[in-house]
Structure formats: structure tokens, C-alpha cells
């Protein structure tokens, strides 16, 4: 196509956000009403992806390629495939969404929507970029609106999360920079195209220092035990917008950047350091919901099994099965709906008792039954109940990961059974009982905070019934990777053995 879609989606909310920085700041409802234009329109716009994207095939699709700075063979190249369409998808969903969410936001409206925004367009930048300066560019530019959100807009501790989570991130960042330049001049200084470096030829040791280096930077994003500390102390202190985009949007970045650009860059370093990263992400599922199962705040609970979630995600990519790693793709689009869903929900039950403290409710479900019925909802797709989106993402990657790592599946599905005993465990003394505590004065969602749960709901169950069509796009992208990894293995395990029966037939003929 020659319309320039993936740029429309990433212009339009920075112009909406430019348009915001022009209004007196006192105009508090003008700037919500934009905002909202802003990330609806786009979201609209994001829809043609759907239509114009051909299904069955691997490559990249809609591709937009214009020279930017030819000197440094940097391009503005953009595309999409099956790993990064939904992706973007969820991004231009969860954002009108969040608007909506901080509609009563009365405190520095102006600079909170106008991040909002800026965050929007730089998320998609990274899920459609295919020049990796662009790429990192974007990266990059993602931290200041969500330090803004955090340091500005949050808890009582919301300085030392901002800074924790901004040096983390610019440091696995900067590392993945230097990462980029070797790779760079590697090509011959020529290109810095997705494709241009693809081809590049590295002797194992270099794949390994380059794999580490850029694991740093999306192994923070996932994030991966033990650099996920940022984690809880961000969601924590984040408003519930902040809690909901880092979720739904920022922690994929991770998983989406292993399999653009771990896996096909670094085979052999893949194969070589995926035991122990599976360790990690085996780790990272059964403490994330140890730990969530101790906590006394909701949303602190909330944060840790996101922790143990996207473990799930690490061990379907790093099994280099097909069906496990195109499991973790759909398995980042659920976590994104369900766990950006249960952030709302608690900052809905924020904003009316000030508490998120799980012993100070019980009856939640006598006084305010529709909360409850979503609520309930929510969390059963959380711990993959079957009918429900968890279940059609979580039990691929057990099943992909089972055929080539046994042992990693086996474990990884007590995180299964633990997070049903965490979130159900809440569940029972938040939601029943006798009506006592905050939850005596808490009042039902508003019409309006219903309407923003609906979407994520029937896509919840949508999802969980008919899975086919994600799988349809994602599998062909996914297969793709994960086979070009297993044949450069097989081929560079294949050379020493051919090099050996080369070397005895000369001998023999000498002989």
C-alpha cells in the first residue's frame, strides 16, 4: 500500500499532543476532549492494520522506507508482521482507554495528557521500526513521558520509582547502543536496515557479547529475575493509568525485542545461553507468584504476578518451539488486556476508599456486585481459566516448551496452581463476607468506568473462544524466526563434522 498507515499512527498522537501543549493549561476539559480525539482516532486508523495485513505471510507488510540520514546509512524504515500487528493493536487500544480512566485528573492536566500521548506515539514507533537507530530512538524516547507519569503524577515514593525505573531502562538501553554500533560496523559501516544486519557474519564469541548486551536492555523490560525490581516499586507508585500502560504496553517491549532481534541476530548464542535464560524465566514464574501471594497491597500483588506472567512469556520464546514461542506473542496481547484490566479496577477502588490494603475489605461483592462480576471476571483469565484469553496463551507455550524442555514446563505449571491460590485467596476475603471495612462506603463503577471495561472484557472471552485468527497472522512470523535459529544451529553444529570427514579423506589419499 502506498498510504502511509504505520506513520499516521505514530504522527497522529504526537500532533494531538503538540495541539495540547498550545491550550491554556486552565482548559481542562478541552485538553481531555483532545486527548481523547487524539487516541480514538488513531485506534480507528490502526484498525485498517486488520484489513490491509495479508495473512500466511511471514515478511514484513506495509513497509515505509524513506532516507533520513544517508551519511550514517540511517533510514526511516517502518513495517509490521505477525509479531509486532497486535502489538501495535493493543497499543492503540489500551491508550483511549487510559484517557478515559483519568478523566477526573485535575493536576497538571495539560502535562499529563501531552506525556499520555508522546507515550503513545513513541510505543508504536518501537513495534514498527526497522532501522535500529529509529528503533532505539524511540526506545529511548519512551522513558521520559513514563518518568514524567511516575515522578510527577505518583505515590507518596514516586521519585525513587521514577529514578529507579529510568536508570535500569537507560542503562540496558545504552548498552544495547554500543551493541548496535559494532553490529553496524561489522556491515561495514554501511546500514543500520533490519535486513543489512541480519546478514551480518559473527564468530560465536561475538554473537555471545552481543546476545548479552542486548538482553540487558529487554530482559530489564520483561522484566527478567532478578532485574525486575524496578518492577513493583514503579507499579506501586504509578498512577492507575501508569500501572495500566506499564502492563499492557512497556513490559512487552521485552519479549517483542527478543524475537525481533535476539533470536534472528544471534543464533547461535541463542542456543547456547537458552538453558539457563529458561532458568531465569522458570524462576521468575514461581517467585513472582510466591511472592505475590504474601502481599498485603492489591496492587502490589497485582505487579508480582506480572512478574510470574510474563516468565511464561520468556520460557515459550526461549523453548525455540513454534507453537510455545508463537504462544508467548498472543500470551503478551492477554497479559496486556487482563493485567491492564485489574489495574483499572483497582485504581477504581483507589479513587473511592484512598486504600488498596486487602484486609481493610470484605463484601465487596454484596456492596458493589458489578465491580465484583468484573472483578471476578478478570481474574479468572488471569489464572487461565479455559474459555477465557489466559488459557489459549498460557497452554501453548506449557505444551511448545514441554516438547523441547520438559523439565521447564513441569515447573513452570505450578505457577499455573499458585496463581489461582493468590488471586482467588484475595478474591475470597476482598470480595466475600459480611459488608465490613471501606467496603461498607464503596460505591459501583459509574457508567462510564463500565464502558471502559466492556472492550477488555469481550475481548477476554473473544479471545479465549476463538483464538484461530491471532494464531492465523502470528504462527507464520514466529515460524519463521524460530526456524531460521534451529537451521543456523544445525548448520554450524553440520561444518566441524563436514570439516572432519574433508580433512580424513585427504589423509586417506595421502595415504
Known amino acids: 500500500m502506498d498510504f502511509p498507515l504505520l506513520t499516521l499512527l505514530i504522527v497522529l498522537p504526537a500532533i494531538f499532543a503538540a495541539l495540547i501543549a498550545a491550550v491554556p493549561g486552565d482548559r481542562r476539559d478541552v485538553i481531555r476532549g483532545m486527548a481523547l480525539a487524539g487516541t480514538v482516532i488513531t485506534f480507528v ?23 533520513w540520514i544517508p551519511q550514517w546509512g540511517v533510514t526511516y524504515r517502518l513495517g509490521v508482521d505477525g509479531v509486532s500487528l497486535f502489538l501495535v493493536l493493543l497499543t492503540t487500544l489500551i491508550m483511549p482507554l487510559a484517557i478515559l480512566a483519568a478523566w477526573d ?30 528503533f532505539y530512538v524511540f526506545f529511548e524516547i519512551m522513558l521520559v513521558p513514563m518518568y514524567a507519569l511516575i515522578g510527577i503524577w505518583g505515590g507518596k515514593n514516586r521519585r525513587y520509582a521514577a529514578l529507579k525505573f529510568f536508570l535500569y531502562t537507560l542503562i540496558g538501553g545504552l548498552l544495547m547502543l554500543v551493541a548496535i554500533l559494532y553490529l553496524y560496523f561489522a556491515a561495514g559501516a554501511q546500514s543500520f536496515d533490519y535486513d543489512v544486519i541480519r546478514q551480518v557474519e559473527l564468530t560465536t564469541v561475538e554473537q555471545t557479547w552481543l ?38 504496553v512497556l513490559l ?5 525485542g527478543f524475537l525481533r532481534f535476539s533470536l534472528p541476530y544471534f543464533p547461535e548464542a541463542t542456543t547456547t545461553l537458552a538453558p539457563p535464560i529458561l532458568v531465569l524465566g522458570v524462576i521468575a514464574v514461581i517467585y513472582g507468584a510466591l511472592v505475590a501471594m504474601v502481599q498485603a497491597d492489591i496492587k502490589k500483588l497485582v505487579a508480582y504476578s506480572s512478574v510470574a506472567h510474563l516468565g511464561f512469556v520468556v520460557l515459550g520464546i526461549f523453548a525455540l518451539d513454534v507453537t510455545g514461542a508463537a504462544g508467548s506473542v498472543v500470551q503478551m496481547i492477554n497479559h496486556g488486556l487482563t493485567t491492564g484490566a485489574l489495574f483499572l479496577l483497582v485504581g477504581f477502588m483507589y479513587e473511592r476508599t484512598h486504600s488498596r490494603m486487602i484486609a481493610d475489605y470484605s463484601g465487596l461483592m454484596s456492596a458493589t456486585p458489578v465491580f465484583g462480576g468484573l472483578f471476578l471476571v478478570t481474574a479468572m483469565s488471569s489464572v487461565a481459566l479455559p474459555g477465557l484469553n489466559g488459557f489459549v496463551g498460557e497452554f501453548p507455550i506449557l505444551l511448545g516448551t514441554f516438547q523441547s524442555v520438559p523439565w521447564a514446563a513441569v515447573l513452570a505449571a505450578f505457577g499455573v496452581i499458585f496463581a489461582a491460590l493468590y488471586l482467588l485467596w484475595a478474591y475470597q476475603r476482598m470480595f466475600h463476607g459480611p459488608v465490613e ?40 512470523s514466529v ?33
Open 252 to 256: 512487552k517491549i521485552g519479549g517483542y
Open 105 to 134: 485528573q485535575v493536576e497538571g492536566v495539560k502535562g499529563f495528557f501531552g506525556s499520555l500521548l508522546a507515550l503513545q506515539a513513541a510505543m508504536v514507533g518501537v513495534f514498527v521500526a526497522l532501522d535500529l537507530i529509529l
Open 437 to 476: 471495612g471501606l467496603a461498607a462506603k464503596m460505591t459501583d463503577l459509574k457508567p462510564r468506568e463500565i464502558g471502559i471495561m466492556v472492550p477488555l472484557i469481550l475481548l477476554m472471552v473473544g479471545i479465549g473462544l476463538y483464538p484461530q485468527p491471532m494464531y492465523d497472522r502470528v504462527t507464520p
Open 211 to 248: 546476545f548479552l548486551a542486548f538482553f540487558a536492555a529487554f530482559g530489564i523490560k520483561v522484566p527478567v529475575f532478578p532485574v525486575h525490581t524496578w518492577l513493583p516499586d514503579a507499579h506501586t507508585e504509578a498512577p492507575t493509568v501508569g500501572s495500566v500502560i506499564l502492563a499492557a
Open 479 to 511: 515460524e519463521a524466526i524460530v526456524v531460521d535459529v534451529q537451521e543456523a544451529t544445525a548448520a554450524d553444529a553440520h561444518e566441524p563434522a563436514v570439516a572432519d570427514e574433508v580433512d580424513g579423506a585427504d589423509e586417506e589419499a595421502d595415504q
Open 45 to 67: 486508523a490502526s484498525l485498517l492494520l486488520l484489513g490491509w495485513f495479508s495473512v500466511g505471510e511471514p515478511g514484513f507488510q506495509l513497509e515505509e522506507t524513506a532516507q
